[in-house]
């Protein structure tokens, strides 16, 4: 593990910080911390950011209740960017989007590639989930499919 004292923060004070979903592993965001909002970041295990705009720290979800709840922050080879890596409670664009990056310059956005990184237990058991609810076995489920 690394010091805070270890990262680089540029002429403003301010890191990237870039912002990755734990569980499908969309970049969400990319915003900018200062030391103090990396500071909260730590100690609240929620992020918290510096606005370049506002010049004013903001804490994500604090107005829209879509709080990202940190798992880890690794910081690159040059310790002048962070990754974060949260469990988000909701959309994590102020447009309501899932992520903020919904914009293809070159190719498509792939929201189903997320699932190739789920591990094949957790959706058998959520399948075995919501075939208990639903009270059906799994020759049902294979026949909607198949129909």
Not at 65 to 90: E, M, P, T, W, Y
Request: overall charge negative; glycine content about 6%.
């Amino acid at each position: 593990m690394i010091d805070i004292d270890e990262l680089v923060f540029d002429d403003r004070g301010l890191i990237p910080a870039i912002v990755q979903d734990a569980t499908s592993k969309r970049v969400l965001t990319v915003a900018y911390m200062n030391r103090e909002s990396l500071d909260i970041t730590l100690k609240e295990g929620k992020t918290c950011f510096w606005s370049r705009h506002r010049k004013v720290l903001w804490r994500k979800g604090e107005t829209s209740g879509n709080f990202q709840h940190v798992v880890s922050i690794i910081a690159d080879c040059d310790r002048d960017a962070l990754v974060v890596i949260v469990n988000k409670d909701g959309p994590a664009c102020h447009m309501g989007t899932d992520s903020c990056f919904e914009y293809p310059l070159v190719g498509d956005v792939d929201k189903s590639a997320a699932l190739a990184d789920v591990p094949t237990d957790e959706l058998m058991a959520e399948l075995k989930k919501r075939m208990k609810a639903e009270g059906k076995s799994a020759g049902d489920i294979t026949e909607e499919l198949v129909d």
